[in-house]
C-alpha cells in the first residue's frame, strides 16, 4: 500500500513507502509543483493504487479525501474540484519539471480513472506548409479551347 509520509517532514515519499510506484509518479510527488499540496498528493497516490478498478466519488471522499461516511457526492463536488485541480496541477507539473519525462499521467475529462500515456513509438513527420495552388497541377492549356471549338463545330 502507498502512503505519503506527514506533509511536515524533510522526506516526504521514500522509495521504502512507494515500492511498486515508477518513478515518474515519484517524480511527480517530490516535485515543487506538489510539494504545498498534500491533498492532491494524497489523491494521485489513492487513484494510482486503485487504477485497474472502477472508482466511486463517494470512495474517493471517504477514503482519499478524509470526508465523513454520510458524504452525498450529488450534493457535495467536492470530489470533482479536487480532480479538476489534480488536472491542472499535472498540466503545470508536465509544462515545468516533468518536460524530461518519457510518459504523462493524466484523468481524463469525465472520468476519475488515473491512467498512463506513454508517447507513440514513432513521431508524426511534420511537413511545412505549402500553399494549395501549389499542390494542385495547372489545368491544361488547352482547357479553355475546348468549349470554344465545341460550339464551334455544333454551329
Given at each position: 500500500?502507498?502512503?505519503?509520509?506527514?506533509?511536515?517532514?524533510?522526506?516526504?515519499?521514500?522509495p521504502?513507502?512507494i515500492?511498486?510506484?515508477?518513478?515518474?509518479?515519484?517524480a511527480?510527488?517530490?516535485?515543487?509543483?506538489?510539494?504545498?499540496?498534500?491533498t492532491?498528493?494524497?489523491?494521485?497516490?489513492y487513484?494510482?493504487?486503485?487504477?485497474?478498478?472502477?472508482?466511486?466519488?463517494?470512495?474517493?471522499?471517504?477514503?482519499?479525501?478524509?470526508r465523513?461516511?454520510?458524504?452525498?457526492?450529488?450534493t457535495?463536488a467536492?470530489?470533482?474540484?479536487?480532480?479538476?485541480?489534480?488536472?491542472?496541477?499535472?498540466?503545470?507539473?508536465?509544462?515545468?519539471?516533468?518536460?524530461?519525462l518519457s510518459?504523462?499521467f493524466?484523468?481524463p475529462?469525465?472520468?476519475?480513472?488515473?491512467?498512463r500515456e506513454?508517447?507513440?513509438?514513432?513521431?508524426?513527420i511534420?511537413?511545412?506548409?505549402?500553399?494549395?495552388?501549389?499542390v494542385?497541377?495547372?489545368?491544361p492549356r488547352?482547357?479553355?479551347?475546348?468549349?470554344?471549338?465545341a460550339?464551334l463545330?455544333?454551329v
Amino acid at each position: 500500500m502507498i502512503e505519503a509520509a506527514p506533509s511536515n517532514s524533510p522526506e516526504v515519499l521514500t522509495p521504502a513507502v512507494i515500492p511498486e510506484a515508477p518513478t515518474a509518479l515519484v517524480a511527480i510527488l517530490r516535485s515543487k509543483c506538489f510539494e504545498k499540496a498534500p491533498t492532491l498528493r494524497a489523491l494521485i497516490l489513492y487513484l494510482w493504487q486503485h487504477r485497474e478498478e472502477p472508482i466511486s466519488e463517494y470512495a474517493i471522499a471517504t477514503e482519499a479525501l478524509g470526508r465523513p461516511s454520510h458524504f452525498n457526492p450529488k450534493t457535495d463536488a467536492t470530489v470533482r474540484v479536487q480532480i479538476s485541480r489534480l488536472r491542472q496541477r499535472l498540466e503545470k507539473f508536465y509544462e515545468d519539471e516533468g518536460q524530461h519525462l518519457s510518459g504523462r499521467f493524466a484523468i481524463p475529462l469525465g472520468s476519475h480513472q488515473l491512467q498512463r500515456e506513454m508517447p507513440a513509438e514513432t513521431e508524426a513527420i511534420v511537413l511545412p506548409a505549402v500553399p494549395i495552388q501549389a499542390v494542385l497541377p495547372p489545368p491544361p492549356r488547352h482547357s479553355r479551347w475546348v468549349p470554344i471549338l465545341a460550339s464551334l463545330c455544333a454551329v
